[in-house]
């Protein structure tokens, strides 16, 4: 299941893509939560990271930009999508490294494509290697991994965090 996040200042918009992202949902498996605030949903996300955050640019405050880039620099896995009705702000959605940024009104086919295409990025980051050892089985995930060298009889993994040899 994937955990998605609508944040929008202005009720009714929220509502809207609430609404959008339910209809989608019935394609795919999301849970779909819904802040009126960006300390709400930078809360919330500190307890437990969504996957894609649907995001307004425009709200008081603290703006959809600043809250994308705490976001990213929290969970740079985390998709973010900004969804506004202001085009000028588009290049500087790109610091946080947004994933799309869509125009309101929000067209349903549209963000169908936009999540389509985040859910296929998301499975490509979720898959693992299974690697066995004498004494256990390890999961890496695939994106962790930056290389992998074999020496002598051994193969070792480099990953993010570090070295390792199973």
Do not use: W
């Amino acid at each position: 299941m994937y955990r998605l996040a609508i944040c929008d200042d202005t009720e009714r918009d929220a509502e809207h893509l609430h609404l959008l992202c339910a209809r989608f949902k019935g394609k795919s498996n999301l849970s779909i939560t819904v802040f009126l605030t960006g300390a709400d949903l930078l809360a919330a996300h500190s307890k437990e990271a969504f996957d894609i955050i649907l995001l307004d640019v425009d709200m008081p405050h603290t703006n959809g930009l600043q809250i994308g880039k705490v976001l990213h620099k929290a969970s740079p896995q985390t998709i973010i999508i900004f969804v506004t009705s202001y085009p000028q702000y588009a290049i500087e959605a790109y610091d946080c490294e947004a994933f799309h940024y869509l125009l309101k009104p929000c067209d349903e086919h549209k963000l169908f494509q936009v999540l389509n295409r985040a859910i296929g990025k998301l499975k490509l980051t979720m898959k693992f290697h299974l690697i066995k050892t004498q004494k256990k089985a390890l999961k890496l995930r695939i994106s962790d991994i930056y290389y992998v060298e074999c020496c002598r009889k051994h193969i070792i993994y480099h990953t993010k965090t570090t070295a390792m040899i199973p």
